[in-house]
């Protein structure tokens, strides 16, 4: 029986389904490093930041937020005992402090010093000064003990129309490097472009290491994503989607064209592709459901994008044997 997951059902499994490959452990291993130098710092001692950064839909903001919560923080506040066993994995998420998650919005101050105080739990976040609103979430932190800030979005601060904008951004960048030097480590995490907002302001630079993410290559990533395909197929046949397995690994090299070396994309595909056979109540998801979603993926997307690699955007590996039978043909 197919067609049982509704659309929505699908879309949050693939959101909530954790698998583990090699780049979100280097990612999270660097959030330990950070973390275990906050423990032993003294005070008085500037920390260290780390920055990640890669392409949108690349994984990055699941491997540092969704992986490392429930295969690092869960497991780790289970065997401490901080939570009580009756609270569930979801509670944990929403009450620990010892990673405090805050998304770059804009580069206006107070817009971080509210996202920063609202992170910490404040009920107040607007209330006060931008400076006071900062003070206040630094001391709530040092309360909270609090051993890693994770700024993702990073690179809205990047994105500067104007000279008023510049300033703001400058002004930002300043408040966060105040912030390392008084003891707080922190996580960057945004696309390319981010790496102005730090490489180009000398003191941040000093203080942060790169944390490498890159793209998927072959052959040396080919295992490892066949890994990944197996593991979505798992999932999708333990979780109802389908009766039995999609041998996903059959697409193997189309599927590493158009996910443009990216666990994201390649994820968001075979959502679609899911959704697509789920709706035509098709046994399995087959090629065409896989270029359907493709086409779809690319009619999205920008026709002039920032990353090199997608210069081949409009792409589709998956018509490629029609496409060469039609020109036999004629």
Known sequence: MTGRRSQAQIIVMFKKWIIPHSRAETAMKA?????????????????????LLAPSQSGKTHAVYHNYLHSYLIPEFRRTGVFAPEVSDE????????????????????AFASAL????GDPLPARGSVDDRIEKAEEQMHALQTELLV????????????????????????????MLERGMPMLFVGVPSARTSILNEEQLAH????IEFPRL????????????????????????????RCDLTDFTQHLFLACRGRYGVLSNLIRDA????????????????LSQAVDDYISKMPRLS????DDFIGFNPFKLKKEARSERGA
């Open 117 to 120: 105080l609202k992170a910490t």
């Open 207 to 210: 203080r942060s290491d790169e």
């Open 151 to 178: 700024l993702d979005s990073f690179d809205n601060l990047s994105k500067r129309e104007d000279a008023k904008a510049a300033r703001e951004a400058s002004r930002t960048q300043a408040t966060i490097r105040l």
């Open 31 to 51: 959030m330990e490093q950070l973390r275990e130098q906050k423990r032993i710092l003294g005070f008085g001692f500037e920390a260290r930041a780390g920055h």
């Open 91 to 110: 509670a944990i998420i929403r009450l620990q402090k010892k990673v405090i998650y805050v998304k770059i919005k804009s580069e206006y101050l107070g």
């Open 274 to 289: 899911a959704i697509i056979a789920s709706k035509a109540k098709s046994p399995r998801v087959g090629a065409d459901h």
């Open 306 to 309: 920032s990353v090199p690699e």
């Open 217 to 244: 290559e072959d052959p040396e990533d080919i295992e490892e994503f066949q890994e990944y395909l197996e593991a979505l197929d798992v999932l999708l046949a333990e979780n109802g989607v389908f009766d039995d």
